[in-house]
């Protein structure tokens, strides 16, 4: 009996899977190395990425080029990336002495893609990060969850472009 109810899960098991790959599925990010993904990353290695002021905007868009240009800049880019950063930070967790204890940053980046095909948006990250009775490591745990959150931002902007070309080719 139990060996009967192991094969007919195992069946269904076997079926559902096969189903899903009959569908034409396949994930947006892998490694696999089909020439649908390599024209992918063809397409999106000719993004031009404009310079963003300030340190902080220096952070994002290197985080960007790590994303978009991993041979280097294009010589001949197809499209145009223009980003601005913004941030803000705000107390929370208010204690005995009314000093906050921790914080919430706020990193927001407005984004709009030129060229061939045009595409904007706005991608944000929250992230938290304690206030310390050290500036030292008050300062140092600012840098983390600021870093955490450039990188958040920049993976979401890689990947809503990389969706919007995606579906670009594919009415094409």
């Not at 269904?12 to 990010?29: N, R, T």
């Not at 993004?47 to 041979?71: A, C, M, S, T, Y």
């Not at 919430?104 to 990060?129: I, P």
Request: hydrophobic share 35%; net charge positive.
């Amino acid at each position: 009996m139990l060996h009967k109810l192991f094969h007919k899960n195992f069946l269904i098991v076997l079926l559902v899977a096969m189903g899903v790959s009959a569908c034409g599925y396949q994930p947006l990010h892998g490694n696999r190395k089909t020439a649908q993904n390599t024209k992918m990353k063809n397409e999106l290695a000719r993004i031009w990425i404009n310079e963003i002021p300030d340190r902080e905007g220096q952070q994002l868009h290197n985080e960007l080029l790590n994303l978009f240009n991993v041979k280097g800049r294009p010589a001949h880019p197809k499209y145009k990336l223009k980003v601005s950063y913004n941030e803000s930070t705000s107390g929370l967790g208010i204690g005995k002495d009314e000093f906050a204890t921790r914080a919430n940053m706020s990193v927001s980046a407005t984004f709009h893609l030129s060229g061939a095909v045009t595409f904007s948006g706005v991608s944000q990250s929250v992230v938290t990060y304690n206030i310390l009775t050290s500036p030292t490591g008050t300062e140092f745990a600012k840098r983390d969850a600021r870093k955490r959150a450039i990188e958040n931002v920049a993976t979401d902007i890689h990947r809503r472009i990389t969706v919007h070309l995606l579906s670009a080719k594919t009415e094409q």
